[in-house]
């Protein structure tokens, strides 16, 4: 292991690394702890100034109260869940098809497919935005929460075909040979043989897909327009213009809007890794 | 049974080994193709043309682009990418380091390294909020902690000398979690016999880490370098949450630049928003066909290896 177990050195050193941990840990998140803290006090505060002292109260239910109550944030959050459910869906069951498709056939150009859904996945959005925003127009799909899901789940395609295509690769081929030779009909081995092997995969790109979905913001801009169908991350610089220097209520809503990917990640944060590192780093 | 269903049960016998991959990969690549291949030709025709995306469209040549070369806000936007990526890819070896700091096994490490991982989880746009508010003069913690020590109050994101400099330290914080997590993952996987064998040869410390380590986190250092470059080159949520571009237009880069030109309130102008993004698009170009080279060098060694 490198570097040196802690355990193996001195009892100094020991003491000093449990507690250099809490400090670093208190300096990296110093930012979002001023965010946390600035969500529970009363507007009071910040007109007498006491930004960092005691609060003159504890307002923690209040303002996230109006959050849920005096905004339209609930209807953000659910525009969120609606797009981002669906795609991760959509893009997870068509990953797994060409996943399938360019890890078991030899075919003429299947490398040349494979390296377009890759390299497709590292364009700048924006050479795409105009003419993907007018397709969207011409479907009557504008402002709607389908026009956005369709072309979600196109693009992470490309990344979840890179990321499912590397996973069948490395599944024993032998299981798929013995099912052939059973005379097992293609597509029953994609489902009988391989989709079950898949689990880790598919859980791994669900995490992962929802939070990349969840925190898009350019596509929300690009796309829709009003409370109808904007996402959180878009609806939040509606909410924030709605509580100008409203400090208090602006830090709870951002808050709100990062709790989703955020409990996602503390609950699935094996496979979120495991879909980061993009099965490369082993 | 009639003989032509048989006929046909036997064609798909016959071909299941063309015929099953095309319809596997029919309806993703239909997708594809449709948002990403063919939006990428169509934005190039796009930058030819004087268009404001509802009239009619007037092809211009090469104008856009040579109108390019006169735009000072281009010019900004270029030089603006150009300090993302220098200061972007500092994310790769402060990554390492926290990395390194963090690879231990003391009581309750998981967690820590979970928390120092959380900024990646959020969005960038509550990171740009979280560190607007964060730099504010007067509210903001920075400044608070700065008058504590004795020192002056800065204006971070209203100084056009330091905006887009403050703006790339916020998104240093979520990509620096990605590059320790990636490089949490690869120490985890390092020959712990290579090390000890090192250890007997007398290397330590920094002899250790550079002749001994690094070597072998060399994939995870790739795909650090991978994302950190796209994300250098994608950054826009930042920069339209802290600054909207300003003060002045000095934090523009180009993929912001490209929107505002396109869909912003001056106007919508395309075809000019579009050959930004053909420069963006090529610039981008270059480092794609390099990593996709790189992949397919090691896809080649799998298969003959």
Same mark, same amino acid.
């Given at each position: 292991?490198?570097?040196?177990?802690?355990?193996?050195?001195?009892?100094?050193?020991?003491?000093?690394?449990?507690?250099?941990?809490?400090?670093?840990?208190?300096?990296?998140?110093?930012?979002?702890?001023?965010?946390?803290?600035?969500?529970?006090?009363?507007?009071?505060?910040?007109?007498?100034?006491?930004?960092?002292?005691?609060?003159?109260?504890?307002?923690?239910?209040?303002?996230?109260?109006?959050?849920?109550?005096?905004?339209?944030?609930?209807?953000?959050?659910?525009?969120? /869940?609606?797009?981002?459910?669906?795609?991760?869906?959509?893009?997870?069951?068509?990953?797994?098809?060409?996943?399938?498709?360019?890890?078991?056939?030899?075919?003429?150009?299947?490398?040349?497919?494979?390296?377009?859904?890759?390299?497709?996945?590292?364009?700048?959005?924006?050479?795409?935005?105009?003419?993907?925003?007018?397709?969207?127009?011409?479907?009557?799909?504008?402002?709607?929460?389908?026009?956005?899901?369709?072309?979600? %789940?196109?693009?992470?395609?490309?990344?979840?075909?890179?990321?499912?295509?590397?996973?069948?690769?490395?599944?024993?081929?032998?299981?798929?040979?013995?099912?052939?030779?059973?005379?097992?009909?293609?597509?029953? %081995?994609?489902?009988?043989?391989?989709?079950?092997?898949?689990?880790?995969?598919?859980?791994?790109?669900? /995490?992962?897909?929802?939070?990349? %979905?969840?925190?898009?913001?350019?596509?929300?801009?690009?796309?829709?327009?009003?409370?109808?169908?904007?996402?959180?991350?878009?609806?939040?610089?509606?909410?924030?213009?709605?509580?100008?220097?409203?400090?208090?209520?602006?830090?709870?809503?951002?808050?709100?809007?990062?709790?989703?990917?955020?409990?996602?990640?503390?609950?699935?944060?094996?496979?979120?890794?495991?879909?980061?590192?993009?099965?490369?780093?082993? | 049974?009639?003989?032509?269903?048989?006929?046909?049960?036997?064609?798909?016998?016959?071909?299941?080994?063309?015929?099953?991959?095309?319809?596997?990969?029919?309806?993703?690549?239909?997708?594809?193709?449709?948002?990403?291949?063919?939006?990428?030709?169509?934005?190039?025709?796009?930058?030819?043309?004087?268009?404001?995306?509802?009239?009619?469209?007037?092809?211009?040549?090469?104008?856009?682009?040579?109108?390019?070369?006169?735009?000072?806000?281009?010019?900004?936007?270029?030089?603006?990418?150009?300090?993302?990526?220098?200061?972007?890819?500092?994310?790769?070896?402060?990554?390492?380091?926290?990395?390194?700091?963090?690879?231990?096994?003391?009581?309750?490490?998981?967690?820590?390294?979970?928390?120092?991982?959380?900024?990646?989880?959020?969005?960038?746009?509550?990171?740009?909020?979280?560190?607007? +508010?964060?730099?504010?003069?007067?509210?903001?913690?920075?400044?608070?902690?700065?008058?504590?020590?004795?020192?002056?109050?800065?204006?971070?994101?209203?100084?056009?000398?330091?905006?887009?400099?403050?703006?790339?330290?916020?998104?240093?914080?979520?990509?620096?979690?990605?590059?320790?997590?990636?490089?949490? $993952?690869?120490?985890?996987?390092?020959?712990?016999?290579?090390?000890?064998?090192?250890?007997?040869?007398?290397?330590?410390?920094?002899?250790?880490?550079?002749?001994?380590?690094?070597?072998?986190?060399?994939?995870?250092?790739?795909?650090?370098?991978?994302?950190?470059?796209?994300?250098?080159?994608?950054?826009?949520?930042?920069?339209?949450?802290?600054?909207?571009?300003?003060?002045?237009?000095? $934090?523009?880069?180009?993929?912001?630049?490209?929107?505002?030109?396109?869909?912003?309130?001056?106007?919508?102008?395309?075809?000019?928003?579009?050959?930004?993004?053909?420069?963006?698009?090529?610039?981008?170009?270059?480092?794609?066909?390099?990593?996709? +080279?790189?992949?397919?060098?090691?896809?080649?060694?799998?298969?003959?290896?």
């Amino acid at each position: 292991m490198f570097p040196t177990p802690i355990e193996k050195r001195s009892r100094a050193a020991q003491i000093t690394y449990q507690s250099l941990l809490p400090l670093a840990l208190i300096l990296w998140l110093l930012p979002l702890i001023a965010v946390m803290l600035f969500s529970i006090r009363p507007f009071s505060d910040f007109g007498a100034g006491n930004y960092w002292g005691m609060p003159s109260s504890f307002e923690f239910f209040t303002n996230y109260g109006r959050v849920f109550f005096e905004s339209d944030m609930p209807r953000y959050l659910m525009n969120s /869940v609606l797009i981002t459910v669906p795609t991760v869906v959509g893009a997870v069951a068509l990953s797994c098809m060409t996943g399938f498709a360019l890890g078991i056939y030899r075919f003429r150009g299947n490398l040349l497919i494979f390296f377009m859904f890759i390299a497709g996945n590292f364009v700048p959005f924006q050479i795409l935005m105009v003419p993907v925003r007018d397709l969207t127009v011409n479907m009557g799909l504008y402002d709607t929460k389908l026009g956005l899901v369709l072309f979600h %789940i196109a693009f992470q395609t490309g990344f979840c075909t890179l990321f499912m295509r590397n996973f069948i690769r490395a599944l024993p081929y032998e299981l798929i040979e013995a099912a052939r030779v059973e005379g097992v009909a293609e597509w029953r %081995i994609f489902w009988f043989v391989v989709l079950p092997l898949m689990r880790p995969a598919i859980a791994a790109l669900a /995490v992962l897909v929802f939070t990349f %979905i969840w925190n898009d913001y350019f596509w929300a801009l690009v796309l829709t327009q009003g409370p109808g169908a904007q996402p959180v991350t878009a609806g939040i610089t509606s909410f924030n213009s709605q509580y100008v220097a409203q400090y208090h209520l602006m830090s709870a809503g951002s808050i709100v809007a990062a709790i989703p990917p955020v409990a996602i990640f503390f609950l699935m944060q094996k496979h979120f890794i495991a879909g980061l590192t993009l099965g490369a780093v082993k | 049974m009639t003989d032509t269903s048989r006929d046909t049960a036997t064609w798909m016998q016959r071909n299941r080994m063309t015929v099953t991959p095309i319809l596997f990969l029919l309806p993703g690549l239909l997708f594809f193709t449709v948002y990403v291949i063919i939006p990428i030709f169509q934005s190039f025709q796009i930058s030819l043309y004087d268009w404001d995306g509802l009239g009619a469209a007037t092809y211009v040549g090469l104008e856009n682009y040579r109108e390019l070369g006169t735009d000072r806000n281009f010019e900004i936007s270029l030089w603006n990418n150009v300090r993302w990526l220098a200061l972007y890819l500092l994310a790769i070896p402060m990554g390492l380091f926290i990395a390194l700091f963090l690879n231990q096994t003391v009581v309750g490490i998981r967690l820590y390294k979970s928390l120092f991982f959380f900024p990646f989880v959020l969005s960038q746009v509550v990171v740009g909020l979280v560190f607007s +508010w964060f730099y504010l003069p007067r509210e903001g913690l920075l400044n608070a902690v700065l008058q504590f020590f004795g020192l002056g109050t800065v204006n971070i994101l209203g100084d056009p000398d330091l905006a887009t400099y403050g703006i790339i330290a916020a998104g240093l914080w979520p990509q620096t979690a990605y590059c320790m997590i990636l490089y949490l $993952t690869g120490l985890n996987a390092v020959d712990p016999e290579q090390v000890e064998a090192g250890r007997l040869d007398g290397a330590k410390g920094w002899k250790m880490l550079w002749y001994v380590i690094l070597p072998q986190l060399k994939p995870a250092t790739f795909i650090a370098f991978v994302v950190t470059i796209i994300g250098a080159l994608r950054s826009f949520d930042l920069i339209s949450v802290m600054t909207n571009g300003g003060p002045f237009g000095s $934090t523009r880069v180009l993929s912001f630049y490209m929107f505002e030109q396109a869909l912003g309130e001056y106007g919508f102008r395309m075809g000019y928003g579009s050959a930004i993004a053909v420069v963006l698009f090529l610039i981008m170009l270059v480092f794609i066909g390099y990593f996709l +080279w790189q992949m397919w060098r090691d896809e080649r060694a799998a298969r003959h290896g």
